[in-house]
């Protein structure tokens, strides 16, 4: 059982560069989240879903979109990447109900924008 | 709004001793509190919850944590540290059914 994967674990852009970060959940969650983490300011979250078709923004949206075509997967996009969009970025995903709010997290995916 | 303030960067303390993780809270309402762990190149992993019952919340590898309603802090707990317990702490606050809002982190050392 993988749980929550994210593709790909490390990725250098140029700035003005687009690319999308990919992730997939095999445990039928309803919810998923995708979070940056910054050195002193904990994680943020960018963009979340609460099913398939469906996002909101999170704290700090700007600069991202994200898309939920399958219940499985949600993609988070930056389509001109700038410095301040380096971090590493964490994927989350949880059930509804009694489950919900207990997320179960990716590895994360560093990114760095040159 | 919702949020969490872990008013310490890091926490040291020698193997053996008890360990405390600060968290404080503001919220409207009832509070849903919980505490994630993050090892070294990992994602977070849940530690525990609080949502209502008990002020005294066990979890994972042998952690609690308290809930103190007049002092809107729910601080982490461990009678007896590991060095294995050296990592990142997350207090985080349920925002609304659909989010969770995290503090920014104290890291534990644990030194043997």
């Known amino acids: 059982n993988a749980g929550v994967t994210q593709t790909p674990k490390f990725r250098v852009l140029k700035t003005g560069q687009s690319m999308t970060l990919l992730c997939a959940q095999d445990?039928?969650?309803?919810?998923m989240y995708w979070y940056r983490q910054d050195p002193g300011m904990g994680l943020r979250l960018i963009h979340y879903s609460v099913g398939e078709g469906t996002t909101a923004k999170g704290e700090v949206p700007d600069g991202y979109n994200v898309s939920r075509l399958k219940k499985q997967n949600f993609l988070l996009g930056l389509e001109s990447a700038a410095p301040s969009q380096t971090s590493v970025y964490f994927c989350?995903?949880?059930?509804?109900?009694?489950?919900?709010?207990?997320?179960?997290f990716g590895a994360g995916s560093r990114l760095t924008v040159l | 709004a919702q949020s969490v303030a872990q008013p310490e960067d890091q926490v040291n303390v020698a193997e053996g001793n008890p360990l405390t993780v600060k968290c404080t809270y503001s919220?409207?309402?009832?509070?849903?509190l919980f505490w994630y762990v993050q090892y070294p190149n990992r994602g977070l992993q849940f530690l525990l919850k609080y949502i209502t019952g008990d002020n005294l919340v066990k979890g994972s590898y042998g952690f609690e944590a308290e809930f103190n309603k007049s002092q809107t802090s729910f601080h982490l707990k461990k009678p007896s540290a590991l060095v294995s317990d050296s990592a990142l702490y997350f207090c985080?606050?349920?925002?609304?059914?659909?989010?969770?809002?995290f503090g920014t982190g104290t890291r534990l050392q644990v030194f043997p």
């Open positions: 985080a606050v349920r925002h609304n059914t659909d989010k969770l809002i």
């Open positions: 919220v409207s309402g009832n509070p849903y």
């Open positions: 989350a995903s949880s059930s509804q109900g009694t489950g919900a709010n207990v997320l179960t």
């Open positions: 445990m039928n969650h309803e919810y």
